[in-house]
């Protein structure tokens, strides 16, 4: 009981948030409703016209029966029947329009979320499942509750309509109808409770299967060479398995409401039959009244069978939705500042005061952090692994909240401006390279706008990458694939190129040469020089010779700062420094 009314209250929530979804539509949806409304009860008004038909045909085995009369009921009927085939044909029509409009508003708003939510939500979240949550689950939902609503909505009126109309021409059969239809709806809502758990679990388990097979694809080079594709293959056979069990069951629960569905209908029709004949035989009903009865037991019948299949297609929606909008309700990154900010006049001096932070309250990474850098100054942050070098440009950039003190540019809070703002004033080089399908020249340029082909071609050559771009059919107008075609250093030294084009005041180079040879290390390193001159850049580099010029070295470790200094200060003082120095000398 517990359980029933905890999936009620989950499945009311479902329904009214997409309700927000679909309002903006509720021209498209008025139609729909009314075309539904209409053809529903046209539809129910065919059979007493028959009725009339058969009666007066009836009374012509007898006696005269008026011929006019039943031309004229019939050509009623044929018209009730035409306009309720115009009706269902508009309602059709809509539907589908509906659906993919509210899709379409669905994926913006989840594609928006995914860029106000922190980045932690993707760090604890596998990225196949994220991904099906923003594909699949929208599909589902829409596809489900657009093409589900208008038929919820026919069924309703034709049901009030029959009933109306049933008990109206012989309230003994009407009762008769109902009994056999509800007989075989309760028999569905049983199989149907059965079953709902496991429409949930299909997509969760669906999730889980995009997000392993979104691991292996991007480590398909690591899988080959360590030869784990049994154990990879025995853990997306368990998956694989997994889904199996909760889709065949799932599956049987919706396929089996169309047999229950054809159950309750004959159930429902032989009652009318047995019931009107004895009606006929004792006088109390005409054959007339006994053939509308046929019909509207089986109208009757059929919008309880859409309601049981309704049913059982909406579970799976509200499993999708239920994951949909547990995305959409995510936290989001805080408000962004007001202050407004000269970005051309931005010189690049940053101050850290005393900031903590942690993923959680209860885990700080960070614990004290000050310090201050001049404008045009190299920092280079150094330390182990899991020293916080990362953590503090996902700081700066506000990629992470801080749970504690400050982080200042010329003196303003990056808290009192906009996130665009401070990303206008930040170029950043990461060690995982991003490359998209398109050219040469749409990766390097990005965002950019009116960047010249002189422009161009100087930052090609000052990163480098003339000699690949040489070798190119159309040079830089060539097309690359998202991961194909180039190395791993090519697709760096673009990365690179285009925090270049950018040339913001801040420049991030977090591990940038780490994917080059030392040959092509060299050549950015020369470049990268020439674009710092002038700059405030912070570098994390765990090839220690590459910041040797560095203008402050902060060496970090456990999230605080140990020493400070340039690197011919730090080696004099032969601390940690020179210990983590000498260690790569060594191995060199």
């Not at 019931?275 to 109390?284: D, E, I, R």
């Not at 991003?434 to 010249?452: E, M, P």
């Not at 203008?551 to 020493?563: P, S, Y």
Request: glycine share 6%; proline share 2%.
């Amino acid at each position: 009981m517990k359980n029933s009314s905890a999936h009620r209250k989950k499945t009311d929530g479902v329904f009214g948030k997409l309700l927000k979804y679909i309002k903006p539509f509720w021209g498209i949806l008025f139609v729909i409703v009314l075309m539904s409304l209409s053809g529903s009860i046209l539809c129910v008004l065919a059979p007493n016209f028959m009725k009339n038909i058969v009666n007066e045909i009836q009374i012509g085995i007898t006696g005269e029966y008026d011929e006019g009369a039943v031309l004229r009921y019939a050509a009623v009927t044929i018209i009730i029947l035409l306009a309720s085939f115009v009706c269902n044909f508009i309602q059709t029509y809509f539907a589908p329009l509906l659906s993919q409009k509210t899709a379409h508003k669905l994926r913006e708003q989840v594609n928006i979320k995914a860029n106000r939510i922190p980045l932690n939500y993707f760090d604890t979240n596998p990225e196949g499942d994220t991904l099906s949550t923003m594909t699949n689950d929208i599909d589902i939902l829409s596809t489900s509750f657009s093409s589900t609503l208008p038929t919820l909505v026919t069924a309703i009126a034709t049901i009030i309509a029959c009933l109306i109309l049933m008990f109206l021409t012989n309230w003994i059969l009407a009762v008769t109808t109902i009994i056999g239809c509800v007989v075989g709806l309760v028999i569905s809502m049983k199989v149907l409770g059965k079953g709902a758990p496991y429409f949930k679990k299909n997509q969760d388990v669906l999730g889980k299967l995009n997000a392993h097979i979104n691991e292996d694809i991007k480590g398909h080079l690591i899988i080959k060479s360590f030869n784990a594709e049994n154990e990879v293959f025995e853990d997306f056979k368990r998956t694989n398995n997994e889904l199996f069990e909760s889709t065949w069951k799932t599956q049987l629960v919706s396929y089996m409401m169309s047999p229950l569905a054809v159950f309750a209908n004959n159930f429902s029709y032989i009652l009318v039959c047995v019931v009107g004949a004895s009606l006929v035989f004792t006088g109390h009903a005409m054959i007339g009244t006994i053939v509308a009865f046929i019909q509207y037991a089986q109208i009757f019948a059929g919008p309880i069978s859409q309601i049981s299949q309704a049913a059982g297609n909406i579970q799976p929606a509200l499993a999708a939705g239920s994951r949909i909008f547990a995305m959409l309700e995510q936290e989001e990154m805080e408000d962004d500042g007001r202050t407004q900010v000269d970005t051309g006049k931005v010189e690049g001096e940053v101050d850290f005061s005393h900031v903590r932070f942690g993923y959680t309250p209860e885990n700080i990474i960070v614990h004290d952090f000050s310090c201050h850098v001049d404008a045009g100054q190299k920092v280079a942050i150094v330390g182990p692994t899991g020293a916080g070098k990362s953590t503090l440009i996902n700081l700066l950039t506000r990629f992470y909240e801080v749970n504690g003190g400050d982080i200042k540019i010329d003196g303003t809070s990056i808290y009192e401006m906009s996130r665009e703002t401070l990303h206008s004033m930040i170029s950043m080089v990461l060690q995982e390279t991003w490359t998209f399908q398109g050219t040469i020249r749409d990766n390097i340029v990005y965002s950019k706008k009116n960047v010249s082909d002189e422009l161009l071609d100087k930052v090609i050559k000052d990163c480098g990458l003339d000699d690949f771009i040489s070798k190119c059919p159309d040079r830089a107008s060539t097309i690359i694939a998202e991961e194909a075609d180039i190395s791993a250093g090519q697709k760096q030294l673009i990365n690179i190129a285009r925090a270049m084009i950018d040339d913001a005041p801040i420049l991030i180079l977090d591990e940038a040469t780490s994917s080059v040879d030392t040959r092509t290390e060299k050549v950015i390193s020369e470049a990268i020089d020439k674009l710092m001159e002038g700059r405030t850049s912070f570098v994390i580099a765990h090839r220690l010779s590459t910041i040797r010029n560095a203008n402050l070295i902060l060496v970090l470790k456990d999230g605080d700062i140990i020493e400070t200094g340039i690197h011919d200060e730090l080696m004099a003082k032969k601390g940690f420094y020179a210990d983590l120095y000498m260690s790569q000398f060594d191995n060199q």
